[in-house]
């Protein structure tokens, strides 16, 4: 595998603040949490805004990402929450703040001080990004092996055959049949896209994954196959994973943390079990009790 100079070594894949900014599994007993042997988070957001003129985008959000940890952000449309995602995930430059992140060297660099080349290596490599469209994360005139392919090239991986091998290996995870690998995703169903995209982003064992609306625009049927499919990788890999999802079922069923974001700011945040049946805060019962009667 080649590597950059300027970026951290990339091993073996390794296998985010809670209510009391201490790792969340001592809070969480019985939640199905990975053990976190960890004791520094993997990604911290400090102070983070970002401003459109006089729109608020997103305003003063810290919020810490463990490894290994599912955080969910949920709120309304329009609430920042997506702003926020690409704010942390480096998509969109924040207007104050500061986000970083620790390699897997231990470092811990400024995502905002590193140069443009060592971000894209970090995005390619350590991290993935899920889009709510599948044809906005995926190449739609190539092959579905080669959209998984083009990942591990990022790596320095040039074997054809362990390329293809190993993305033939990919499509079977996400139940995909593998015959289908030489089939572009436009005549994939949305279902299998979004399916695809998850492989493309898995492929190279990355530590955190970015996901925006991963179930949105599906089937009911579909949502449930893709989350239960997300559920089992995430806890197989070990990922660390930020969810943004205006739907607290899937937030109910993926995460382990919480942040209820309203008109650009954080109304509340928790375990989720504990948000979700006991909301504290008057937006956050409004969300839930909009939902049991719904």
């Known amino acids: 595998m080649t590597q950059s100079d300027s970026v951290s070594p990339y091993p073996e894949p390794a296998n985010g603040r809670g209510e009391n900014a201490n790792p969340p599994l001592q809070q969480a007993q019985g939640k199905g ?20 003129g006089s729109r608020i985008g997103c305003e003063d959000v810290s919020i810490d990402i463990w490894p290994g940890e599912v955080l969910a952000v949920v709120g309304e449309s329009g609430s920042g929450k997506t702003t926020l995602l690409n704010c942390i995930s480096t998509r969109l430059m924040p207007t104050t703040g500061t986000v970083t992140y620790r390699m897997r060297d231990g470092h811990i660099r400024d995502l905002y001080r590193m140069g443009e080349a060592e971000r894209r290596f970090l995005m390619r490599t350590d991290w993935g990004f899920v889009h709510q469209n599948p ?49 572009q995703p436009r005549a994939f169903s949305g279902g299998m896209r979004q399916r695809l995209q998850i492989a493309r982003n898995l492929v190279t064992g990355p530590r955190l994954v970015f996901m925006d609306e991963p179930t949105g625009g599906l089937d009911v049927s579909v949502q449930a196959r893709l989350l239960d499919l997300l559920r089992g990788l995430v806890t197989d890999l070990g990922l660390a994973v930020v969810v943004v999802t205006h739907d607290l079922a899937v937030a109910r069923l993926l995460s382990h943390r919480m942040v209820v974001m309203k008109d650009g700011r954080v109304i509340e945040t928790g375990l989720t079990d504990r948000v979700l049946d006991d909301p504290r805060a008057p937006y956050t019962q409004l969300l839930v009790s909009s939902i049991l009667q719904a």
């Open 135 to 183: 044809a906005d994360g995926l190449r739609m005139t190539v092959s579905a092996g080669a959209n998984v392919g083009e990942r591990l090239m990022a790596t320095g991986a040039r074997h054809y055959g362990d390329i293809r091998a190993t993305a033939g290996d990919w499509l079977g995870r996400v139940e995909i049949a593998e015959d289908r690998i030489d089939d």
């Open 33 to 52: 949490l990975p053990a976190f042997d960890e004791d520094k988070p993997l990604l911290s957001a400090s102070g983070v805004s970002k401003f459109y």
